[in-house]
């Protein structure tokens, strides 16, 4: 009763303030949203990021072309070797101290200077530019994986929600199926056939992520499916079935921009998660392979060369904080859309 | 031959003819998918209704008054009987021969929040099923909207609105024009007040009124609101257990209820006069299980004059003259 007469009084406030302006219009849901995800710092700090981390790696690359992903910095390095050899002649002792100059043609491992930003690694690649090539590589994977994620989710998950019976049953067994398989293992066993079969370094990390695509589906149908379900007994699409709606325009106009918000925000974190399966990959040498960069592939070195690790930072770290970045980034904006889509929250 | 026939068979008069009309849910299926047990929420209810009139089904909760309205607009497929709808037998028509007469009858819901979908506007909401139907050509949809917002008691320039942004008065205006927006003979209306407070609730149904002398529609008027049905009703139809216990024009039930549940529901209308006595015919315990209705008349087990006939035979639902029917062995 009170609230009743609260919205009366709203209402004839509103009438009273503007009796026939016909340009009076209240947000749209799609504008409130961008302004409570704007107003949150943290989802603009994510943004921030991650459109940073787009511009490094796309326009890097066309901007700063003094070295390319795959060219070696052949200026050659001098390298010295000093042994020193103590002989004991006559009771006198003498040391005999040889400077070895080798001369090698690359100039591997060279410190961070105005030639290379952040210096070279232990092959003679510009660290710089292989991480803004490494970033290519891990965004556009991702984004691949994620967009073929979330079509066959919504297209598996809208049939089982809105038809359901026996076809829910069998879409949602193979999920059940899918979601049993272990993945590093068989990821393991695909990478091994790879291998053998020489397919080109270039492709097989996008032949990864199918399968990717192909094991993380049933995440996105299982949300798609349940949102459906709820949705589908909603009064409103019962008004819609009332109307003579036919099946499609019941599904694409009135379900599926209502799955929207929950779809966006499973999107942008598992963008994050999948930037991380492709550097787990390749650090496991399962994905890009050298001489090709990825962020994964460039902390990979580690591994094999303990001088790396210790003395030679500017080789890897770079790598990791980009991996750090890109995915708090997409956490960040996910948990913002998160909130602004909340239909709950009201202002 | 054939079409004349059923013009023969069914009685051009009335718009709406229900017969026998039966609605079952599963409640347990066996592994093949076999129903062993069913809840039968509309059983064996049969009226006909004239084009223009208001017919007003009253019933407690869980009577099956929204199972019939849904029914009858075979938002449910009907488990027997016939539902005729403009001189057309429309019980087994396929979901995609509905459509051409989904835009002849609608229905407004009881709950004006739900009912609209939340991310279209009002203007997006009433214009689709325009639309769609082609009720009027593509160029005209927006002033035909606007006329239609008009006839509600919509603002025009609620048109980009949204629907969180009204109040459920404002709503349910909403919804009555949506369900008007397709020019329908018949609408079904599902307790389109009981969401609302009373003074929105007599500004709904003076537009309900007013829009049916308008456009000559044909309601169906679901509710518990014996006053509400007492104003707007033509005719009423009595509901207990998912059956018709009592069908007839509204003077006549009013004046004369024939079935003691009648009887008993129209001695609980509060009157607003504290110095009248209300002999209120109590009735005891709760509404059976509709999942396990008692045997033989369905009221048996409240009702204040039950014999043993009752206990054990269904009585029949009979013409008592002037087409006030009742089903009741006490009226012989």
């Given at each position: 009763?009170?609230?009743?007469?609260?919205?009366?009084?709203l209402?004839?406030?509103?009438?009273s303030?503007?009796?026939?302006?016909?340009?009076?219009?209240?947000?749209?849901?799609?504008r409130?949203?961008?302004?409570r995800?704007?107003?949150?710092?943290?989802s603009?700090?994510?943004?921030?990021?991650?459109?940073?981390?787009?511009?490094?790696?796309?326009?890097?690359?066309?901007?700063?072309?003094?070295?390319g992903?795959?060219?070696?910095?052949?200026?050659g390095?001098?390298?010295?070797?000093?042994?020193?050899?103590?002989?004991?002649v006559?009771?006198?002792?003498?040391?005999?101290?040889?400077?070895?100059?080798?001369?090698?043609?690359?100039?591997?491992?060279?410190?961070?200077?105005?030639?290379?930003?952040?210096?070279?690694?232990?092959?003679?690649?510009?660290?710089?530019?292989?991480?803004?090539?490494?970033?290519?590589?891990s965004?556009?994977?991702?984004?691949?994986?994620?967009?073929?994620?979330?079509?066959?989710?919504?297209?598996?998950g809208?049939?089982?929600?809105?038809?359901?019976?026996?076809?829910?049953?069998?879409?949602?067994?193979?999920?059940?199926?899918?979601?049993?398989?272990?993945?590093?293992?068989?990821?393991?066993?695909i990478?091994?056939?790879?291998?053998?079969?020489?397919?080109?370094?270039?492709?097989?990390?996008?032949?990864?992520m199918?399968?990717?695509?192909?094991?993380?589906?049933?995440?996105?149908a299982?949300?798609?499916?349940?949102?459906?379900?709820?949705?589908?007994?909603?009064?409103?699409?019962?008004?819609?079935?009332a109307?003579?709606?036919?099946?499609?325009?019941?599904?694409?106009?009135?379900?599926?921009?209502?799955?929207?918000?929950?779809?966006?925000?499973?999107?942008?974190?598992?963008?994050?998660?999948?930037?991380?399966?492709?550097?787990?990959?390749?650090?496991?040498?399962?994905?890009?392979?050298?001489?090709?960069a990825?962020?994964?592939?460039?902390?990979?070195?580690?591994?094999?060369?303990?001088?790396?690790?210790?003395?030679h930072?500017?080789?890897?770290?770079?790598?990791g904080?980009?991996?750090?970045?890109?995915?708090?980034?997409?956490?960040?904006?996910?948990?913002g859309?998160?909130?602004a889509?909340?239909?709950?929250?009201?202002? | 031959?054939?079409?004349?026939?059923?013009?023969?068979?069914?009685?051009?008069?009335a718009i709406?003819?229900?017969?026998?009309?039966r609605?079952c849910?599963?409640?347990?299926?066996?592994?093949?998918?076999k129903?062993?047990?069913?809840?039968?929420?509309?059983?064996?209810?049969?009226?006909?209704?004239?084009?223009?009139e208001?017919?007003g089904?009253?019933?407690?909760?869980?009577?099956?008054?929204?199972?019939?309205?849904?029914?009858?607009?075979?938002?449910?497929?009907?488990?027997?009987?016939?539902?005729?709808?403009?001189?057309?037998d429309?019980?087994?028509?396929?979901?995609s021969?509905?459509?051409?007469?989904r835009?002849?009858?609608?229905?407004?819901?009881?709950?004006?929040?739900?009912?609209?979908?939340?991310?279209?506007?009002?203007?997006?909401?009433?214009?689709?099923?325009?639309?769609?139907?082609?009720?009027?050509?593509?160029?005209?949809?927006?002033?035909?909207?606007?006329?239609?917002?008009?006839?509600?008691?919509?603002?025009?320039?609620?048109?980009?609105?949204?629907?969180?942004?009204f109040?459920?008065?404002?709503?349910?205006?909403i919804?009555?024009?949506?369900?008007?927006?397709?020019?329908?003979?018949?609408?079904?209306?599902?307790?389109?007040?009981?969401?609302?407070?009373v003074?929105?609730?007599?500004?709904?149904i003076?537009?309900?009124?007013?829009?049916?002398?308008?456009?000559?529609?044909?309601?169906?008027?679901?509710?518990?609101d014996?006053?509400?049905?007492?104003f707007?009703?033509?005719?009423?139809?009595?509901?207990?257990?998912?059956?018709?216990?009592?069908f007839?024009?509204?003077?006549?039930?009013?004046?004369?209820?024939?079935?003691?549940?009648?009887?008993?529901?129209?001695?609980?209308?509060?009157?607003?006069?504290?110095?009248?006595?209300m002999?209120?015919?109590?009735?005891?315990?709760?509404?059976?299980?509709?999942?396990n209705?008692?045997?033989?008349?369905r009221?048996?087990?409240?009702?204040?004059?039950?014999?043993?006939?009752?206990?054990?035979?269904?009585?029949?639902?009979?013409?008592?003259?002037?087409?006030?029917?009742?089903?009741?062995?006490?009226?012989?």
């Amino acid at each position: 009763m009170d609230e009743n007469t609260k919205n009366e009084a709203l209402e004839q406030s509103v009438e009273s303030e503007v009796p026939h302006d016909k340009t009076v219009r209240l947000m749209s849901p799609t504008r409130m949203v961008v302004r409570r995800f704007f107003r949150s710092k943290l989802s603009v700090v994510g943004l921030i990021m991650v459109v940073g981390l787009f511009i490094f790696s796309f326009l890097g690359p066309v901007i700063y072309t003094q070295w390319g992903e795959i060219q070696l910095d052949e200026s050659g390095k001098t390298e010295y070797s000093v042994s020193e050899t103590t002989y004991t002649v006559n009771g006198e002792e003498y040391t005999l101290r040889q400077t070895t100059e080798k001369y090698l043609k690359d100039n591997f491992l060279a410190p961070p200077s105005a030639e290379h930003i952040l210096g070279t690694d232990n092959e003679g690649y510009d660290v710089f530019v292989r991480l803004m090539y490494g970033g290519r590589i891990s965004l556009i994977v991702s984004f691949i994986a994620v967009f073929l994620i979330t079509i066959l989710g919504v297209i598996m998950g809208g049939i089982a929600g809105y038809f359901g019976g026996a076809i829910d049953n069998v879409i949602m067994r193979l999920c059940d199926v899918l979601i049993c398989l272990p993945g590093i293992p068989i990821l393991l066993i695909i990478s091994t056939i790879l291998d053998a079969s020489g397919i080109d370094a270039k492709y097989r990390i996008y032949l990864l992520m199918i399968y990717l695509t192909f094991i993380s589906w049933p995440g996105t149908a299982r949300l798609v499916r349940g949102q459906i379900l709820s949705l589908r007994e909603q009064e409103y699409m019962i008004a819609a079935e009332a109307m003579g709606f036919s099946t499609s325009r019941k599904i694409f106009k009135h379900l599926v921009p209502n799955v929207m918000p929950q779809l966006i925000v499973q999107m942008s974190l598992s963008l994050g998660s999948m930037i991380l399966y492709e550097a787990t990959l390749s650090y496991l040498n399962l994905g890009v392979k050298a001489p090709y960069a990825a962020w994964g592939t460039m902390i990979n070195i580690i591994s094999t060369n303990q001088d790396v690790l210790q003395n030679h930072l500017n080789v890897w770290v770079p790598a990791g904080i980009c991996i750090v970045i890109a995915v708090l980034g997409f956490n960040f904006i996910g948990d913002g859309l998160r909130d602004a889509l909340d239909p709950k929250a009201r202002r | 031959m054939a079409e004349e026939k059923i013009t023969e068979q069914f009685d051009t008069e009335a718009i709406l003819e229900v017969r026998n009309l039966r609605k079952c849910f599963p409640l347990k299926k066996t592994l093949t998918g076999k129903v062993t047990q069913e809840l039968v929420a509309v059983d064996n209810v049969s009226f006909k209704l004239k084009r223009g009139e208001t017919l007003g089904i009253v019933g407690e909760s869980g009577c099956g008054k929204t199972t019939l309205g849904r029914t009858i607009l075979k938002l449910h497929q009907s488990n027997g009987g016939q539902i005729i709808f403009d001189g057309q037998d429309i019980t087994d028509l396929k979901s995609s021969q509905m459509r051409d007469i989904r835009k002849k009858m609608q229905i407004i819901f009881q709950d004006p929040y739900s009912s609209l979908p939340p991310r279209s506007t009002v203007g997006g909401i009433l214009s689709e099923p325009v639309e769609v139907h082609k009720i009027v050509p593509k160029s005209e949809i927006k002033s035909y909207v606007l006329d239609l917002m008009e006839k509600c008691g919509l603002r025009d320039y609620y048109y980009e609105r949204y629907p969180h942004e009204f109040s459920g008065g404002q709503r349910q205006r909403i919804c009555i024009a949506r369900a008007l927006s397709v020019n329908p003979e018949l609408v079904i209306c599902d307790e389109p007040v009981s969401a609302l407070d009373v003074s929105i609730q007599a500004q709904i149904i003076n537009l309900l009124k007013e829009l049916q002398q308008k456009l000559n529609l044909t309601y169906v008027f679901i509710s518990h609101d014996l006053s509400v049905v007492k104003f707007i009703s033509d005719k009423i139809g009595v509901m207990y257990l998912g059956s018709m216990v009592e069908f007839g024009s509204k003077e006549d039930i009013f004046s004369n209820p024939l079935h003691p549940y009648t009887q008993a529901l129209f001695s609980a209308i509060p009157q607003p006069d504290p110095d009248i006595k209300m002999n209120r015919i109590i009735l005891s315990g709760d509404i059976p299980s509709p999942a396990n209705p008692p045997k033989g008349c369905r009221f048996h087990t409240r009702c204040p004059k039950a014999t043993d006939k009752c206990k054990e035979v269904t009585p029949e639902y009979k013409d008592y003259g002037n087409g006030h029917c009742a089903a009741c062995h006490l009226l012989g």
